[in-house]
């Protein structure tokens, strides 16, 4: 098997050394986030199959799903059993040395006591813990499985996605591993922060449930106020109007208007002044009382261009609007290749692997992809005789 280089790469991150002992989704997105922003990151799997996404497809490239493909770029990859006393022996070993672990044990496991993050802080108190669950490490729910969807469904997001009256619908990117990695990322470096003023490291929890709830926002603090239940909107919003999608001549298309000054701008491009001129719409919470009626009124008018032509006559107006792009139009745009979004990793079985690239940049540079997506234990024989169990008396 050819072993994958990692060359040297100079960035925020450089020289953290981060030991990633966790699969599927969250954790791998945000040890893969390190990576790029150029921490050490070596990701331990099983030896039989290694990452459930490896095998999470078609589609398939070389050997792999796709969806390990897009989550694991930058990493190297090691094979130990977990529960194997030898394999316990080498991940201390490599955990002597490390400054951050990942990890999505599921609360109350064999795997989550055998590294227990008491003994962990103790044994290695430099040690910045990260600990990804589906519901948190308390209360009722603590020990109930979960997957993305799971989240989405009791954390709320399912019940304000979809159109009003119809099935309940899952967002179409996994938001709740997303926000559990993305809020983990936060956690972790507010931690490595910390530790270079005080010296220690920290245990730094989060769960997929918890970050659906700070994912509420607005939709929360609605409710707080007013104490009525909130269902779907369709792409409506629930505090503006219009501000969702229409129907053009040729397909649909979203307009967003922010204030009372921009609706006044939207009516004269679709040369409606009588709805500019309507006192009960003159104000947002005018227009949300009257949704149904504006939108009704709206979609008449709408219907004379097409999507092209309205999305240039609002722009020339000031009017925030956007044709809804399918992935294919998305990838293909000249802004997205502009920004330099798309970049390639050389793949030793694919070639040239296509990633998307870490949305920040530094300094006005985006931080490059350095490596593809490891092959199942590549660097088993670069990395594994640096740690092997100490011999026996």
């Not at 619908?169 to 005080?198: C, N, P, Q, W, Y």
Request: hydrophobic letters at 40%; one cysteine or more.
């Amino acid at each position: 098997m050819k072993t994958t280089k990692h060359p040297t790469f100079t960035g925020p991150l450089a020289g953290i050394k981060v030991v990633d002992l966790s699969k599927i989704l969250a954790g791998p997105y945000a040890t893969m986030s390190l990576a790029d922003l150029g921490a050490d990151v070596t990701k331990v799997e099983h030896p039989d199959g290694g990452d459930p996404t490896r095998s999470w497809g078609p589609p398939v490239e070389g050997t792999d799903a796709t969806y390990y493909l897009a989550i694991n770029r930058g990493k190297k990859s090691v094979t130990i059993d977990l529960k194997s006393v030898e394999g316990q022996e080498i991940v201390h070993r490599m955990l002597e040395e490390a400054d951050v672990l990942v990890e999505n044990f599921r609360p109350g496991s064999g795997l989550q006591r055998t590294f227990d993050y008491k003994v962990l802080s103790e044994r290695y108190p430099k040690l910045v813990i990260l600990h990804i669950s589906a519901f948190g490490d308390h209360g009722p729910l603590r020990d109930e499985p979960g997957y993305d969807m799971i989240a989405q469904a009791a954390g709320g997001l399912m019940s304000l996605t979809g159109e009003p009256g119809g099935a309940p619908l899952k967002a179409g990117f996994a938001m709740g591993d997303l926000g559990a990695s993305l809020f983990g990322i936060i956690g972790l470096l507010a931690a490595l922060v910390e530790r270079s003023r005080t010296g220690r490291g920290q245990y730094v929890t989060t769960s997929l449930y918890e970050c659906q709830l700070a994912l509420h926002v607005n939709w929360a603090t609605n409710y707080f106020a007013d104490g009525v239940r909130p269902g779907p909107l369709g792409s409506g919003h629930p505090n503006l109007v219009p501000y969702q999608a229409y129907q053009a001549r040729d397909g649909y298309f979203v307009i967003a208007v922010g204030n009372d000054a921009m609706w006044q701008k939207l009516c004269a491009a679709i040369g409606r002044p009588d709805l500019g001129a309507d006192a009960s719409l003159l104000a947002n919470n005018g227009r949300l009382a009257n949704r149904e009626r504006l939108n009704g009124e709206l979609e008449k008018s709408l219907k004379a261009k097409t999507v092209a032509q309205w999305c240039g006559l609002f722009a020339e107006r000031g009017v925030p609007a956007s044709p809804i792009r399918s992935l294919d139009e998305v990838y293909a745009h000249p802004h997205t290749q502009a920004l330099g979004m798309v970049q390639i990793a050389d793949h030793p079985v694919i070639g040239d692997l296509k990633q998307v690239a870490f949305p920040v940049n530094f300094r006005g540079r985006r931080p490059e992809v350095r490596t593809a997506p490891p092959m199942l234990g590549a660097d088993n024989d670069t990395v594994l005789p640096n740690y092997s169990p100490l011999p026996t008396a």
